[in-house]
């Protein structure tokens, strides 16, 4: 079952976010298992919404490649993770 996921990073910057996202996200892909990412700014730090086709998907990335890039990048935050399960999501056409 698909997961809509916020990521609240308090204390992360636009310019610690873009170098991370180079990293998590070669070539500027999104994995396979992400069907939408946006982030920006927040009181004090940073914000991602995703959704992803399930929560091991997420759990997995979060673990792996999502963790690499922080760390390569010596991002220390905690980020707070809400997840809860996707009933509809609808995107608009674009010409």
């Known amino acids: 079952m698909a997961v809509a ?10 310019s610690q976010y873009d170098a991370a996202i180079k990293d998590a ?3 500027g892909q999104t994995p396979a298992a992400m069907q939408l990412h946006v982030s920006g700014p927040i009181d004090g730090g940073w914000r991602a919404v995703d959704v ?10 979060a ?5 690499s890039a ?5 991002i220390k935050v905690e980020p707070k993770i809400t997840v809860w399960p996707v009933h509809n999501m609808v995107t608009g056409a674009r010409p």
């Open 25 to 27: 996200f070669p070539n």
């Open 63 to 67: 673990r792996g490649p999502l963790a």
């Open 70 to 74: 922080f760390e390569k990048n010596g």
């Open 5 to 14: 996921i916020i990521v609240e990073a308090a204390g992360m910057s636009a």
């Open 52 to 61: 992803w086709d399930s929560q091991e998907a997420f759990d997995a990335y």
